[in-house]
């Protein structure tokens, strides 16, 4: 069956820092890929996706690029704000319900 | 603001009791999503219903049971509830029902079973 697989958290970054938060996936076709976000005490907002291989998704200084090869769809932001401090989760749909990672935690400080 | 409502905010209740929790999808879209975060299992697809009909399920319990209605308004049904059903019940939505397109989450129903 499909799934996501995220790096552990939390993720402690300075303000200004460069992030990465890595995620892979294992599905059986050609899902469409997002990321999410989490503020606390909210639900989940998307953040960006990518529906095919090689495309890149961005939003607000976030980007991941669908990477077929490695199946990979790994977040980066070049510099992190205080604001950014949220769970972050990495997603995939097939044809049906999202599959979630179990999301990463950031915290960002000034 | 997603545009997808959830009532309540917040329930507490006591084991072996019964709670509906509510949703109201985003104007136009068709599909609704049931999904549980707990801290021990994260985030979990429970169930989907597209334009009235059942469409997908996920890992929902026997006990747990949903509908959406003419309206498409979706209510969620648990049942002789237990300690370990304590989470955060999500409601999300979508224009289409075959996937591949986003998910819109309301704020979420925290049920707490005591």
């Known amino acids: 069956g499909n799934s996501v697989t995220q790096m552990e958290g939390p993720v402690t970054l300075s303000e200004e820092a460069f992030l990465t938060i890595n995620c892979t996936y294992t599905a059986t076709g050609y899902p469409s890929l997002f990321w999410y976000v989490q503020y606390p005490g909210e639900g989940l907002q998307l953040l960006l996706k990518a529906t095919k291989a090689d495309d890149k998704g961005s939003n607000k200084g976030f980007e991941a690029t669908y990477r077929k090869e490695t199946t990979s769809f790994h977040l980066e932001k070049g510099s992190v704000q205080v604001s950014d401090s949220a769970v972050y989760f990495c997603a995939l749909s097939e044809r049906r319900a999202l599959t979630f990672g179990s999301g990463t935690r950031l915290q960002v400080q000034p | 603001d997603s545009g997808v409502t959830q009532t309540p905010k917040h329930l507490i209740t006591a084991t072996g009791q019964r709670v509906t929790l509510r949703c109201s999808p985003r104007s136009g879209d068709l599909s609704v999503y049931w999904y549980q975060q707990s801290l021990d299992q994260g985030l979990q697809f429970l169930i989907q219903?597209?334009?009235?009909?059942?469409?997908a399920k996920g890992n929902i319990l026997e006990r747990f049971s949903a509908q959406q209605f003419p309206d498409l308004h979706s209510e969620l049904n648990l049942s002789s509830l237990e300690l370990g059903d304590s989470a955060l019940y999500f409601c999300?939505?979508?224009?289409?029902?075959?996937?591949?397109?986003?998910?819109?989450f309301g704020q979420g129903t925290r049920l707490t079973v005591v």
């Open positions: 999300a939505s979508s224009v289409g029902g075959g996937g591949n397109t986003e998910a819109f």
């Open positions: 219903y597209y334009n009235g009909e059942e469409r």
